[in-house]
Each structure stands twice: as C-alpha cells, then as structure tokens.
C-alpha cells in the first residue's frame, strides 16, 4: 500500500516507524528539513519538502497513486484542508487528525464525508475516554471491550496475593467451556505468547481475552481488589485534563492543578464544579498540602513525560489507589511501568490504533495497540473461504507470536481453543506481536 504521511513530527514519525515495518510504501511530507532528515535516518520511507496543502507539493509525493493519505500536522486547519485537495487530486482514502470535540458530532462527522474526507480523529479526546474507562476497572491496567462489549481484553499486574502465582497456564483451559483465556505474558521486557506449561510469576503482566460474564472473576485473579473513585486529582490543565473534569465533576470530587496562574484562573470559570489549584505538580509539600494522599485516583496529563511520572511516582508512594500518567516518551514507557504507574497512555498508540485498521485488505472492526507489551489486538470479520475457516485452528498454521482469544457468532460467545473451528462472518479477537499482524489479516481475508 503507499501512503503518504503529512507532518513528520512525533507522531507523523511514530506512524512511520510502524507502517514502514508492515511493507508499506511510505512517504512522509513536511515544510521542515531538518525533521524529514531525522525521519530518513531513523526509517526506510520517502521524503518530500514543502506545504501539504499546495497542489504542486501533494503531486510531487504521488498523490494521484496513493492509497492512503494521513494528515497529522500540527496545525488543525492543515490537516483538514491538505486531507480534501489529495482526496480530491486522487488519493483513495483520506484521514485527518483533528483538536476540536465539536468535529466529532454526527452532524459534523458528514459534513467531513461530504467533503471528502474518511476518517477524524482527535486523540486527546480519545485518550481521555480511555482514561474515564479504566476508572471504572481500577484493578486491570488496560481494559479494552470488543464487538459491543460481549468480549473484552483485560490486563493486569500479578501481585504478591494473586492466586495465579505458581499456577500453570493450562490450569486455567481445563474446564471445556471456558470462559476466559491467557493470550500473553510481559515479563520484563519480554512479551510471550504463553503454551500451556508456562507459568505465572509475581510481577508478570498479564493479557486475557474473556467474556462478558467473565471479567470480574479475571480482574480478581491479579491480587488486587476495584476501588470506587469518589476523590481525583489530574495534573495538568491540557486537552486531555480538561476533558476528564468536565465528565466526570458532576459525580466525584475532582482537583485539577496547573502550575500557569493563567490557564488556571480561566479553567476555574469552565469546569465550575472541579477544584481548579495553581501549584507545581512536582512540589512534594504543594500536594501534601492538597490532600494528594486523600485521593482515590490520580492521573498525570501535563503533556511532558518527565513530570508527569515524577508526579505519579509520588501519587504511588503516598498511597494513591490508581495512578494514570501520559508519557509520550516511548524510551520512558518502561521506567514509568517499573516505578509502579498503573497505567500509561500515550497519544501515539492511541493514533496508530484509529489508523492502522485502514491499511489492512481484510475487515477490521477494532485495533488496540497495548502500551504495556507494544503489541495489538484485533477485531476481524472472517470473510467466507477465507484461510481460517479450512480447519480447526491447530491445524490451519496461525502464526506462532498470535494468538485467537475469542469468537462472537450471532449470539453466542465462546473463547477459542485450539480445537475451535472458525466460520464465515465470525468475529474474532485475537493478540499478536506487531511483525504478524499483516500475516494474521491474511487468514481471515
């Protein structure tokens, strides 16, 4: 597939990484030199110099040709304008990446089909759903619901009272009609895909596919016991900051600090029933004093990586229940993971999730790129004569580092096994390591 890539900042260079290594054909477009000359040292793709939204620029990068266009500039207005002219001057698909909730409307979401454009994301937006989900499961460090919540991935942390530890993973399968299933390990910095005589250790991370009727017996097995969140404190005034206060004010208690005395005085007339606090994040004695060890939750979104996992490495070790940082610093994600934060969202994966569905030939309903093990899950429609319905999965030659974790057919939900057969139009769910994810498409095309 080519696909062209407009803006090579963090996240433009981030898609690039992760397309390139797909097979992807990739050409990435940017007016800055000096940062299409590091994505040329870092990655295998094309660069192009110039303005996305001038014609003359989107036909030097071969816009007539593409499959794929991905706008993610820094500038909204850019975004939107460069995604309709290559569009229009012949790109097949279009996607844009906006900053403004009022775009995600119906209403506002056919106006974008109209003009052209396929898809828009917002990852702040996106980013701060995901971190008023995991409020809920404050047990499981990711939680991820597919084909309308019928299945859902849970992962969580193995602590020293979970009744895992020492247990072998086949323990857990002989039951016929299990309902939840193991599709991967962190261990480390070593993700495995677990056989049946692996076993679990303190500390392990864990991945699980399970049932709907199944998740709370699964959150239990980590050690750890759900909090009900009644008192919050966000660091950060940002996109995402915002967004969680204003959701969730009218039912908890909620402090937001920012360390501008600006942004903090105009949050403070917006979000009318959050406790707005202009102090420094990182100030040990400022977040004693406002009762940072009083709080159920807490969650790190200042937009810079170092702060908001000094800021949570503190919320750790005065007792916080849930402690959630942004960390955009892929190099830090694993330092943030050791010191204790529970979970880590990071805008990038959140992006690569919204888009990497559009590059697969198969039907993708859903892609969650994990931060916790840098791998995916997916959500596929089988498609009929496909390769994953010639026999019974131990027989069709399914990648080894993947793994199916559950099927949804019609109304019936079941967890894959090695014996399981799978049908056209099945749903399935399934975990793999990012180099077979374009081979595991191939089996359900």
Known sequence: MKIIIAGAGDMGTHLAKMLSGNGHEITVVDVDSKALAEID?????????????????????????????????????????SAVVAKQMGAK????????SEYLEPNSKEVFIDMGIDYIFYPEHIAAREVINLLGHTSTTEYVEFSGGKLSLVAFRLELTSPLLGTKVI???????????????VRGSQTIIPQLDDHYEEGDMVYVIARNNATQRVVEQSGRNDVTIRNMMILGGSRIGVRIASELQNDINVKLVDYNADKAFRLAEFLDKTLIINEDGRDTEAMLEEDIAGMDAFVAVTGRSETNILAAMLA????VKKVIAEVENINYISLAESIGVDTIINKKFITASNIFRFTMATDVQAVKCLTGSQSEVMEFIVKPNSPATKGAIKDIGFPEDAIIGGVVRGDRVFIAVDDTCINAYDRVVVFSMPESVMRVAEFFN
């Open 316 to 319: 750790k070790r005065m007792g």
């Open 93 to 100: 698909k279009a996607i844009a990446r906006v900053d403004s």
């Open 41 to 81: 040292s870092l990655v295998d793709v094309v660069t192009v110099e110039g303005d996305t939204t001038q014609f003359s620029v989107l036909r030097k990068s071969g816009v007539r040709k593409c499959d794929l266009f991905i706008a993610v500039r820094s500038v909204e207005n850019d975004n939107i304008l």
């Open 171 to 185: 323990e857990e399968s002989m039951d016929e009609d299990i309902d939840y299933r193991t599709v991967a390990i």
